[in-house]
């Protein structure tokens, strides 16, 4: 009988989330995992025309730099979540003179919903005299074609449950562990369960209980995803968008599958 999947927030930050699904299989929790990674688009500097460039670093340096700011993606402007992605072109412009670091913050953008995530990250240093003129060409496109496309970084775990018996020698130095780490600890009448809600490894002294009077419970098809955001999207619609994603691809493969059966 399967499970309705179902899930619980566990943390909530600006830059990340923490949540468990429960109801899945291992299957559906990866390919949640590599449709972050790799479906979910973003803009990022695909082009870049240089009309000057004095600076130490050689012109592919500098691109490649460039390509790796994240640029911040209107969710509400496109959709992100179609198969087929919108085809548009963002200029950012950049006309710099030493002395001094050049930022991310300098780039000048045609559309101002698109633009550097981070306005503090360096690009490159310019001395004196030194004069650094381009336009960068930015365009949406996918993690699985260019690591500079992912939106974030996302990984999962098992939920599982620690078992320890109050046989254990200084039990209570785990139970104090635990709840220092932050993780649900429920103490019975012979035992304490420890939830691994995040990872959880016992001090060397108590490996020679592990199997016998310390163990562990894997709590059937439940995860604890971690999704963290670069700064393209709020990391609330990454974990959304990939999820509609799937969506839109499993109803394309039953729609063929049914042109196949007629």
Do not use: C
């Amino acid at each position: 009988m399967q499970m309705e999947p179902k899930f619980e927030i566990l943390e909530k930050r600006e830059d990340s989330i923490k949540f468990i699904v429960s109801g899945i299989d291992v299957a559906f929790a990866n390919a949640l995992r590599r449709t972050i990674l790799a479906e979910v688009p973003t803009f990022a500097v695909d082009e870049v025309e240089f009309f000057e460039n004095d600076s130490a670093l050689f012109d592919e340096i500098i691109a490649h730099r460039l390509a790796m700011i994240p640029l911040t993606t209107p969710v509400e402007r496109f959709s992100l979540d179609a198969l087929e992605l919108d085809d548009y072109t963002v200029t950012l412009s950049l006309e710099a003179e030493g002395p001094g670091m050049v930022y991310s913050g300098d780039l000048r953008s045609s559309d101002e919903g698109i633009k550097p995530a981070n306005p503090n990250i360096p690009i490159v240093k310019l001395a004196e005299g030194q004069k650094l003129t381009l336009n960068a060409y930015a365009k949406l496109g996918r993690g699985k074609d260019h690591a500079k496309w992912q939106p974030g970084f996302v990984y999962y775990k098992y939920l599982t449950k620690i078992h320890v018996s109050k046989d254990v020698p200084e039990w209570e130095e785990l139970k104090e562990l635990a709840e220092r780490r932050g993780l649900p600890v429920e103490e019975k009448k012979d035992e304490i369960v420890i939830t691994t809600t995040k990872a959880f490894y016992l001090p060397r002294k108590f490996e020679a209980y592990e199997g016998e009077k310390i163990r562990e419970e894997v709590v059937p098809g439940t995860f604890v995803f971690t999704v963290e955001t670069n700064g393209e999207l709020p990391v609330e619609e990454i974990v959304s968008i990939a999820l509609k994603i799937l969506m839109r691809k499993s109803d394309r493969f039953i729609n063929e599958l049914h042109k196949l059966a007629d």
